[in-house]
C-alpha cells in the first residue's frame, strides 16, 4: 500500500506542477490586438524619370471586409483596385492589370515593410508610411 499512496503523491505534485506552469503560461502569453491598418500609406522610389510616389489606401467597409486601392499621381492613375489581405501582422496585395505583387509585414502602427515582385522577375524593398 505505501508504494501506491507515494506513486499518487508523485502524481499530484507533477499535477501540481503543471497547473502552475499552464497558469504562468497564461500570465505571459498575450494575444496582440488587432492593428488597425486603415487610411492613407505612402512610399517613394527612385526611378530613371525621378522620384515616384504611391499611395496605398485601405478601407474596412461596415462588415469589417478590408478593400484598398493605389493611387499613382504622377501617372494621374487613382483608385486603382487591389485583391488585398491582411492577417497577423502580413500584408500582401497584387495589382493585377501591372502583374506586380506586393509581400510585408506591418513593423509597428505607422509602417509597413516589404517587397514587391514584378512578373519580370525584378524585385526591390519598399516601406509604406502612414500618412492618414
Not at 2 to 24: C, D, P, Q
Not at 64 to 70: K, P, S
Not at 85 to 111: M, N, R, W, Y
Request: proline content about 4%.
Amino acid at each position: 500500500m505505501k508504494r501506491r499512496s507515494n506513486l499518487t503523491r508523485v502524481s499530484l505534485i507533477y499535477f501540481a506542477l503543471l497547473i502552475w506552469l499552464g497558469m504562468a503560461c497564461a500570465t505571459f502569453t498575450r494575444v496582440a490586438p488587432v492593428a488597425d491598418i486603415t487610411g492613407k500609406w505612402k512610399t517613394e522610389f527612385e526611378t530613371p524619370e525621378g522620384t515616384l510616389e504611391t499611395f496605398l489606401n485601405i478601407q474596412k467597409s461596415t462588415d469589417g471586409t478590408l478593400t484598398a486601392t493605389i493611387d499613382v499621381p504622377v501617372m494621374d492613375a487613382y483608385d486603382i483596385p487591389l485583391i488585398f489581405s491582411f492577417e497577423k501582422g502580413v500584408v500582401h496585395f497584387e495589382v493585377e492589370e501591372a502583374q506586380v505583387s506586393f509581400d510585408g509585414k506591418l513593423i509597428d502602427p505607422s509602417t509597413i515593410e516589404g517587397i514587391i515582385n514584378r512578373a519580370d522577375g525584378e524585385s526591390g524593398s519598399f516601406t509604406y508610411k502612414r500618412v492618414k
